[in-house]
T-cell receptor, first 113, second 114 residues
């Protein structure tokens, strides 16, 4: 069936190192893939998105990679900081014009000082 | 610019009671959503409204009703609360398709049904 899932539920990274959060999806009909960050007690915050016809997109300290061959999405965070500690969700919009946004379970990223 | 505002932030209900969660956005967005998030899980879509005057069911609509009162406001009603509806509820909004995929979320409403 359709799913947007994450390989690992938790990830610990040393401050200053780079982190990679992975996500697998099974529906190749999605138009966009989006990464959100959710800090404790807050709503999700948009980080970056990537259109399905792209392989890579860069933002400030973040890069999203899309591998459609293996249906895999990743979020790379460079030079991690304590403020990066949060739960990260990948999400997908499956149908153009259909407003349903489907979220994965999430990965908790902990930055070790 | 407040973004997406939800009220109340915290609520305790008894089984069988009713209540309405209010949501308003000041970004002139067309689409609005209600999600619930259970511990250790992702967000699941309850209902959404692609434009004023329209609403559609999401993944988990049972036990809920919604009203898109106007372009700004989208409310979620629990007619007869059940313990299974204990969750954190998030309202969100988004501009028209093609103008970006940024979906803005409110800060959440923590609901406990006892």
């Amino acid at each position: 069936g359709e799913s947007v899932g994450l390989h690992l539920p938790t990830l610990s990274v040393q401050e200053g190192d780079n982190s990679i959060i992975n996500c697998a999806y099974s529906n190749s009909a999605s138009d966009y893939f989006i990464w959100y960050k959710q800090e404790s007690g807050k709503g999700p915050q948009f980080i970056i998105d990537i259109r399905s016809n792209m392989d890579k997109r860069q933002g400030q300290r973040v890069t999203v990679l899309l591998n459609k061959t293996v249906k895999h999405l990743s979020l790379q965070i460079a030079a991690t900081q304590p403020g990066d500690s949060a739960v990260y969700f990948c999400a997908e919009i499956k149908n153009f014009g259909n407003e349903k946004l489907t979220f994965g379970t999430g990965t908790r990223l902990t930055i070790i000082p | 610019n407040a973004g997406v505002t939800q009220t109340p932030k915290f609520q305790v209900l008894k089984t069988g009671q009713s209540m309405t969660l209010q949501c308003a956005q000041d970004m002139n967005h067309n689409s609005m959503y209600w999600y619930r998030q259970d511990p250790g899980m992702g967000l699941r879509l309850i209902y959404y409204s692609a434009s004023e005057g329209t609403t559609d069911k999401g993944e988990v609509p049972n036990g809920y009703n919604v009203s898109r009162l106007n372009k700004r406001e989208f409310s979620l009603r629990l007619e007869s609360a059940a313990p299974s509806q204990t969750s954190v509820y998030f309202c969100a909004s988004r501009a028209l398709w093609g103008t970006g995929n940024t979906i803005y979320f409110g800060e959440g409403s923590w609901l406990t049904v006892v």
